[in-house]
């Protein structure tokens, strides 16, 4: 593409939450595009055996999101396999369930809402401002890109359901970032977009059960069914790659807009 981001082999890739369902799917999808992959997570022994399936071109870094000096050592592992040019920020893992007051007018845990904005608002920005640093030395492509960035939220962003309000801030911030980030960073050729998926079918979300399943499936308008990880990685593979989408939020849902419970 003469004007986006084309793929060398030298160019890599970073994936926060390589290891997860979406973040898998991702890793997979880059690799098979001949992209050098760095799977950046906590989970080592998923992370460890996805690597090890791949056959070589990827590696795997313990990364803490929100801690500088973690993220500038999965970078400087980056560097070491060629130029970073990817970066899909992609890691979750951690959620809390509570009403801002409760039915016995308690209210919410402070520590809560914080650890889960640390985790999705705070980490994203701290990968995004690290990597985009690094970035910004790459030599640009004729179009003058240096790199591109896709972070991800939800449709809970728009739609926070009971409980969620702690992940609904989180992820309306990652949204709001987006347009900021990609006007920031525009003076150094590097693009920012951001994904918003619906109900998705990964290992964790499986694991409600075949009942919640059904109804998570009733609410999406069409297609009837559950988001598929590839979808996802599609949609990203995209957004890396089209060099005129720029500063976008693209919602990834079958028409859903998730009620209020």
């Given at each position: ?131 985009a640093a690094r970035m910004a030395a790459n030599v640009p492509t004729a179009g003058g890109e240096r ?23 989180a992820k309306a911030g990652v949204v709001g970032l987006t347009l900021a980030a990609a006007r920031d ?16 079918r990964t290992a964790m979300m499986e694991s409600v059960g075949d009942e919640a399943l059904a109804k ?46």
């Amino acid at each position: 593409m003469e004007n986006g981001m084309t793929t060398s082999a030298s160019d890599v890739a970073l994936v926060t939450g390589g290891a997860g369902g979406l973040g898998e799917a991702v890793v997979r999808r880059l690799h098979k595009m001949g992209t050098k992959v760095v799977v950046a997570d906590l989970a080592d022994e998923r992370a460890e055996a996805l690597v090890g399936s791949l056959g070589g071109g990827a590696v795997y870094r313990r990364t803490d999101v929100t801690s500088e000096e973690s993220v500038h050592a999965t970078l400087d592992a980056a560097a070491e396999l060629g130029t970073l040019r990817h970066v899909v920020i992609a890691h979750g893992g951690w959620g809390v369930a509570e009403r801002v007051v409760d039915r016995d007018g308690n209210p919410a845990s402070l520590q809560g809402f914080t650890k889960t904005l640390d985790l999705y608002l705070v980490g994203t920005y701290n990968i995004l401002r690290l990597a985009a640093a690094r970035m910004a030395a790459n030599v640009p492509t004729a179009g003058g890109e240096r790199g591109a960035v896709v972070a991800t939220a939800s449709i809970a962003a728009y739609e926070g359901q009971i409980g969620q309000s702690a992940y609904a801030a989180a992820k309306a911030g990652v949204v709001g970032l987006t347009l900021a980030a990609a006007r920031d960073l525009s003076s150094v050729g590097i693009r920012v977009n951001t994904v918003a998926p619906g109900t998705m079918r990964t290992a964790m979300m499986e694991s409600v059960g075949d009942e919640a399943l059904a109804k998570f499936t009733g609410n999406v308008p069409f297609p009837k069914r559950l988001g598929d990880p590839e979808e996802f990685a599609a949609l990203v593979e995209h957004l890396l790659t089209n060099g005129y989408i720029n500063g976008e939020v693209v919602r990834l849902d079958g028409a859903q807009r998730f009620a209020p419970r």
